[in-house]
């Protein structure tokens, strides 16, 4: 079945649009776009590009989606934004292309974006997030797969979420949240393992309570960073994965991390 185009929007000649893909009225399709099958545009929405689109996205009313990037050294160099398939982008999302020339935005698969998010110039983001409505990224965020941002909340420049963490609402993130952990506030703290999340996810109790573990060594005891790695490799906690990437994000960071609400 061929796409379906209303015949208020405009879609130009050089776009490529899958099969059963709807775009809706008064939608305006750029010619650097591909859209790929079984998308729907309600209304109003604009792609612009080059943009890459997978199957299956979904995007509500006034979404602007791959414009130029907002950052002052942008100087209309052709940069990029790639979506993958399966998701959904509410009212007012708005997602820029990168900066430098040749740089990718990417966002991954099964992620739900609700109204008014922000995604940046050249970040990342993983698989299965959720970002509650105003969650905003700056540029060059990376957000690991299955990460909660609750509404309001905003990630500094260079920042790092990682894997199953979830960050409260309104809460400020300037330093890297670790995988796996709940971090809330303004300024930001950490307040344990992100429990709810990591049972819904499935994880054993036995890896969360070696999580658990490693936590206790890296925010609440009187250790830094490669001590408390230290301590996990002598505990063999580290013989866990999940453990193993927790401990690997912390000692890798850049920016910092987000520090326990009891030190």
Do not use: W
Not at 81 to 89: D, K, M, P, Q, V
Not at 125 to 153: E, K, Q, R
Not at 168 to 185: E, H, M, N, R, T
Not at 255 to 263: K, N
């Amino acid at each position: 079945m061929s796409a379906q185009i209303h015949p208020t929007a405009i879609v130009d000649s050089r776009a490529e649009i899958g099969a059963e893909t709807y775009i809706g009225p008064f939608c305006l399709v750029g010619p650097g776009v591909k859209i790929g099958e079984r998308c729907q545009l309600q209304a109003n929405v604009i792609l612009d590009g080059p943009t890459v689109i997978g199957a299956d996205n979904v995007f509500y009313a006034f979404t602007s989606i791959g414009q130029r990037s907002q950052d002052l050294k942008y100087a209309g160099e052709p940069t990029h934004l790639e979506i993958g398939a399966g998701n959904t982008f509410r009212e007012f999302v708005t997602i820029n292309r990168a900066t430098a020339p040749g740089a990718t935005t990417r966002i991954g698969n099964g992620n739900h974006f609700l109204a008014y998010c922000h995604i940046a110039h050249d970040c990342t983001v993983g698989n299965g997030v959720v970002f509650s409505n105003n969650g905003t990224l700056a540029g060059h965020v990376t957000v690991a797969d299955h990460v909660v941002l609750g509404g309001l909340g905003a990630v500094h420049q260079f920042c790092r979420v990682g894997r199953h963490a979830m960050i409260g609402g309104c809460s400020k993130i300037v330093q890297d949240v670790p995988p796996f952990c709940l971090a809330d506030g303004n300024p930001p703290v950490l307040h344990g393992l992100n429990l709810v999340g990591l049972r819904r996810a499935n994880f054993p109790a036995d890896t969360i309570r070696s999580l658990k573990d490693a936590y206790e060594l890296f925010f609440r005891q009187e250790l830094n960073a490669q001590q408390a790695a230290d301590r996990v490799r002598e505990e063999g906690l580290d013989a866990v994965a999940e453990v193993k990437e927790f401990v690997d994000f912390i000692l890798s960071t850049k920016r910092g991390v987000t520090r326990d609400a009891t030190v």
